[in-house]
């Protein structure tokens, strides 16, 4: 039986929301070496490994809002690999060799982003737990056997779990499952504005409050006009995730998407009894097709969370507008289809947030014109390669030799497929 109808509370992010430092909005007209748009993790990776690598560079940040606003701020909180699922496409996009330097440098970027974490002195829950993909259909078994042979040949730990075995990790009704190790877990709201301390700390501009209209790129500079004044800037980066499309830039190579969650009041010890959730998995995600798949998890204060699904290939100004009560229903019912012991618990919290999407499911890094580059695009997986992307965007911008060599080549192998796309006339 579906739940009962209900009026759904909806915030910005249940992790947290912030205002602009009004006090940083951009009043006149500056110059900076490089100007960094958006600040979501991408953006201020960008701008924190510009700075990083060339400390003398004048570095600005242009945030609309505050910074971790947009996704980052608002995410599942879960940090995955791109090979977990994805394996299969990856072997058939790159082959073999290449597809075994993906996984083992991602594994490298999960090192690195735990002691980036250390580093920028960000209390944000960082916790390696794996991820649980769970076939919810029967036919959705066949292929987690094959991620997992594909895993074994790669060297990805993870292990096929039987449906009692599932039942111990929670008790949903499945036909197995598989799990995924090397994986991990932040509170994403502290981790963006962790990450955007350490940005400051280290001497970028901030400018919170800030929104970009529009940019003209001249022979030797860009100037980017908003309310307040102009920056002139001899590079650009945007890093405007699914609002790219708004600026006119990137040829509708992303485009927006928007996917909800859903969270109950704190359960009741019956009710977590009933779900029987044993806290040694990040969260449970549905096997099978990308686009159907439902993700939940149960917080530290017992609220059962749930989201995923939402409504694609719509730009962004059509869907600006994130509460979408026939989303949130959705997902209740599809929360109570598998717990059905939740279906009188109360929804305590609801929201939703924009993703940037690519016709190869990659993000794309690149120069787009003589002067400007995009960070942009994650499709809905940007936690982990959105947090350290500036690597790669150090490379574009200050040239790869001052790059990381096998950062350039993980770039260089994914994120530039939809490049001439993004940078056609
Ligand atoms: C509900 C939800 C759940 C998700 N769950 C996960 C998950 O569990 N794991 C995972 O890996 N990924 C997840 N994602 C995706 C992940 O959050 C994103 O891939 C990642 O945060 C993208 O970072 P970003 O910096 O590109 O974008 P954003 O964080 O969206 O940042 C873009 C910023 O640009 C600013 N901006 C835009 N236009 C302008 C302008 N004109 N001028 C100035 N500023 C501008 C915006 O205000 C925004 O702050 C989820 C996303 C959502 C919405």
Known sequence: MDPPETAYPVITSYWGDAQP??????????????AVVGGGLAGMSTAYYLKLTRPD????????EYLGYGASGRNFGNVPQLSHQEI??????????????????QARM?????????EQDVECGFQRLPVLYVAIKAEHLAGLEEIHQLHRRFGIPSRLLTPSHVADVCNAATFGGLSCERNATVQPFE?????????????????EGTGVDRCDEAATSVRLHTPGGTVTAAQVVFATNAYTSLLGIGNGAIRAAYTYVIGTTPLHREQLVEIGWSGDHTMLVDAGPLNEHFYMRVTRDGRFLIGGGGRTRETIGAIADHNDPAFYRRLQIEMVRRFACLEDAEVGVAWGGPLGMTDSRLPVMSRISPRCFLNAGFNGRGALIAALSGR???????GAELADADYVRFGRLLFE?????AARP
């Open 21 to 34: 430092d009004r006090a940083t909005m951009l009043s006149g007209d500056e110059a900076a070496d490089v």
């Open 57 to 64: 560079l004048d570095v600005v940040l242009i945030e609309k």
């Open 88 to 105: 299969g496409y990856m072997l058939g996009l790159l082959g073999a060799e290449d597809t075994r330097f993906v996984v083992q440098h």
């Open 110 to 118: 999960l090192d690195e982003y735990e002691a980036l974490i250390a």
């Open 191 to 207: 981790r963006a504005r962790g990450f955007g301390r350490a940005v400051t700390s280290l001497g970028v501009r901030v400018h």
């Open 392 to 398: 790669i965007m150090v490379g574009h911008v200050l």
């Open 417 to 421: 497929r939809d490049a001439a796309e």
